[in-house]
């Protein structure tokens, strides 16, 4: 965070302006840059989410006093939408980020080991598997291919996700700009294939752990097999040793003539 913000006494806050529904004026950037601080605190705003519409209300509300803990302005409250859909495009931007630097062109199990720092593990691992690789988001872009073959490749995403910023397609990482999508079909058919790639790489990584999964079970009930045998024998030692104690020792006669 900034030291202006940091530096801040309890109860102070930075004034800001608005116009066109955007921060104007003194404090503008430092406001800009603590919406970025936000989005990317795990503590306040989710990542393992498919879109905005699923953080929950009470998150939002957290975000909000957020941002009202170190700054407002005369009209605060009356930008509060606008605010919270600000800080969804510096959201979806930061999951560009993500994607474009952990998990663009790089196998999943590599994907799923680098996590990024500052988030949490099943958030990740989540955000990997379900939403980057997810078939439910493939397969929904494919079905709007087949309806309309000739609808342009942003428009076809922005059908999923939203309108995209022109810097970030979503699903396509932050390496995609919205101008790469409105080339020619060639383009386009290389862009799905890499989704299709990574389909099936997701598809053989559960493969893989369903295989580990069932090998560790297998291990484990032979483990404990083992384990039981092991306390038969201990019992059967115990019972020997008992049986030995309660038998006296023989008695030696020796002759004296």
Not at 106 to 127: C, F, M, T
Not at 194 to 211: I, V
Not at 217 to 242: D, P, Q, V
């Amino acid at each position: 965070m900034c030291k202006e913000v940091v530096a801040l006494e309890i109860g102070q806050k930075l004034k800001v302006t608005f116009y066109n529904n955007r921060t104007v004026g003194t404090n503008s950037k430092l406001f800009l840059r603590h919406l970025g601080k936000i989005v990317r605190d795990r503590n306040i705003c989710p990542l393992g989410v498919s879109s905005r519409n699923d953080i929950k209300q009470e998150k939002l509300n957290h975000m909000w006093a957020a941002i009202k803990h170190k700054f407002d302005s005369v009209d605060m409250n009356d930008h509060r939408d606008h605010i919270l859909r600000w800080m969804n495009e510096l959201w979806n931007k930061w999951r560009g980020y993500l994607h474009a630097k952990y998990v663009k062109d790089k196998p999943i199990q590599q994907s799923l080991r680098n996590i990024p720092r500052g988030v949490d593990k099943k958030e990740w691992e989540w955000l990997v598997k379900e939403h980057f690789a997810s078939e439910s988001f493939q397969a929904q872009l494919q079905e709007i291919v087949q309806e309309n073959p000739y609808l342009p490749s942003i428009e076809i995403v922005e059908k999923c996700c939203g309108p995209q910023t022109r810097s970030h397609v979503f699903g396509f990482g932050g390496g995609v700009k919205t101008n790469d999508l409105k080339g020619g079909t060639s383009s386009k058919a290389e862009l799905f294939s890499t989704l299709r790639s990574t389909r099936e790489d997701n598809k053989s990584l559960n493969e893989e752990n369903k295989f580990l999964n069932e090998e560790n079970k297998s291990l484990n009930n032979r483990l404990s097999t083992l384990e039981n045998a092991m306390k038969e024998i201990m019992k059967m030692k115990e019972f020997i040793a008992t049986q030995q104690s309660h038998v006296q020792p023989a008695t030696s006669f020796v002759s004296t003539e």
